[in-house]
């Protein structure tokens, strides 16, 4: 099936660092994935669209310069979070969709293992 | 605005129950319904759904789609504490380029 690979897995950095996030598709090309935000007990924060070639799509309140993101190639979008600051201390998630049917636009979200963001 | 609803938001049962996990939504388009099961680390996929009435199973999961009504429900037999996670409802409005996520039931299973 269809394998999202996300890294590091954890990151602990200090405040006015900048922090970069991997989000890879495995054995499959995505076009397009997504960056997601998510608060403990709190559902998933759409951040931003990635798509390949051409700049992303932010959501509403996301500043674009703090949250670089880069999708140079068909398996890799990267999430850069710039200056981090505490309050940027999250858990960064990417998904990607493809698998069986993607082909046919009908294909799942696969999400990546997560990033936990420690900014101290 | 696009919308999807969960219910409950939470939900604590014994080992051996069985629980129904709703999911509503208010969608200009739709494209299909999915189900994520999430433990500690990023949501894991259990179904996918395009067609009403059509069931999907998998072991003691099982799920419905019923498009007229706007709903699906996600049905758990036999719960087991492994079975403790969130469960998230998600609708793609848009050929996989735009996903609603709803806000997820919590479910725990008590030994």
């Known amino acids: 099936g269809a394998v999202v690979s996300q890294h590091p897995s954890w990151v602990i950095c200090k405040s006015g660092t900048s922090v970069k996030i991997e989000c890879r598709s495995l054995d499959f090309q995505a076009t397009t994935m997504f960056w997601y935000r998510q608060f403990p007990k709190q559902s998933l924060m759409l951040m931003a669209t990635s798509n390949e070639g051409s700049k992303a799509t932010y959501e509403q309140g996301v500043e674009k310069d703090k949250f670089l993101i880069n999708h140079a190639s068909l398996t890799l979008s990267t999430l850069t979070v710039t200056s981090a600051h505490p309050e940027d201390s999250s858990f960064y998630i990417c998904?990607?969709?493809?698998?069986?049917?993607?082909?046919?636009?009908?294909?799942?979200?696969?999400f990546g293992n997560g990033t936990r963001l420690t900014v101290t | 605005e696009d919308k999807v609803v969960q219910s409950p938001l939470s939900l604590v049962v014994h080992e051996g129950d069985t629980v129904t996990l709703n999911c509503s939504y208010e969608?200009?388009?739709?494209?299909?319904l999915l189900w994520y099961k999430q433990e500690k680390k990023a949501p894991t996929f259990l179904f996918m759904l395009t067609s009403s009435g059509i069931e999907k199973k998998s072991g003691r999961l099982s799920s419905i789609l019923d498009k007229k009504e706007l709903f699906s429900i996600l049905n758990i037999t036999a719960t087991q504490t492994g079975d403790s996670a969130v469960y998230l409802c998600a609708v793609d409005t848009n050929y996989g380029q735009n996903f609603v996520f709803g806000p997820g039931t919590r479910l725990s299973v008590l030994p």
């Open positions: 998904s990607a969709r493809g698998g069986q049917g993607a082909a046919m636009g009908n294909s799942p979200l696969h």
């Open positions: 969608v200009t388009n739709f494209r299909s």
